[in-house]
């Protein structure tokens, strides 16, 4: 099935730092999320965008929903190792009911 | 409960078995979804569910898989002939009336050997 394609794949950061990823996609979204995963564990939501060009915060996390509705970005500051686990974006395309469809993911570690 | 929860957590089967996976869903949530998640992958939506009835069944592979949720709270996955491109973390999710904030469940690791 389709699924979005996030960038950068990986990153090792040093505790402290900030980072930034984002998420494409070739369709157009009305509705963008953010989930954090860790291992053996479901998803689970950091952020929601609901409209084009909106900027959402949750703590130490900043999201964007792009302007064109086809990207969103996340951005986490001066990042702790907790932040260590694989971070999702999820889309929801117009008439497509609650169906989400999840980006390819981006696996965060942090070193100290 | 407090959260979805998801038996068994691990399940191996021999190609060919049948398989079951339930799920069961924070209590009063209407919405109920059932995604796979291959390694190394994001999850991929198989069913949804708003109370008994699916709404969208369109991400199921093939007639192999079905799912039911016959009373509006608790629903099975259920896999026939199952094969080795198969095996994948089954997760379940429930939210309030199809509400994006999903809360998933910890999902079941489906080993076909």
């Not at chain 2, 898989?65 to 491109?85: D, M, N």
Request: a neutral charge; aromatic letters at 12%; one cysteine or more.
């Amino acid at each position: 099935g389709q699924q979005l394609n996030q960038s950068p794949q990986s990153m090792f950061i040093q505790e402290g730092e900030d980072v930034s990823m984002n998420c494409t996609s070739s369709s157009i979204f009305n509705t963008w999320l953010w989930y954090k995963q860790d291992p053996g564990e479901g998803p689970v939501l950091l952020i929601a965008l609901y409209k084009a060009g909106e900027l959402t915060s949750n703590g130490r996390l900043t999201a964007q929903f792009g302007i064109t509705r086809k990207d969103s970005f996340l951005n986490i500051s001066a990042s702790i190792p907790s932040d260590v686990g694989i971070y999702f974006c999820a889309g929801r395309v117009y008439g497509t009911a609650s169906k989400l469809t999840f980006g390819t993911g981006t696996r965060l570690q942090v070193t100290l | 409960g407090a959260g979805v929860s998801q038996t068994p957590s691990n399940k191996v089967t021999e190609k060919g078995k049948y398989v079951e996976l339930r799920c069961d869903p924070i209590s009063g949530h209407t919405a109920l979804y059932w995604y796979r998640q291959s390694l190394g992958q994001g999850p991929e939506f198989l069913i949804y569910f708003q109370g008994t009835g699916a709404a969208d069944d369109s991400g199921l592979p093939n007639d192999r898989f079905f799912a039911v949720r016959p009373e509006g709270s608790v629903s099975t996955l259920k896999i026939q002939r199952t094969e080795r491109g198969d095996s994948a973390v089954y997760l379940c999710a429930s939210s309030l009336w199809g509400n994006y904030g999903y809360t998933f469940g910890s999902g079941t690791r489906l080993t076909v050997v």
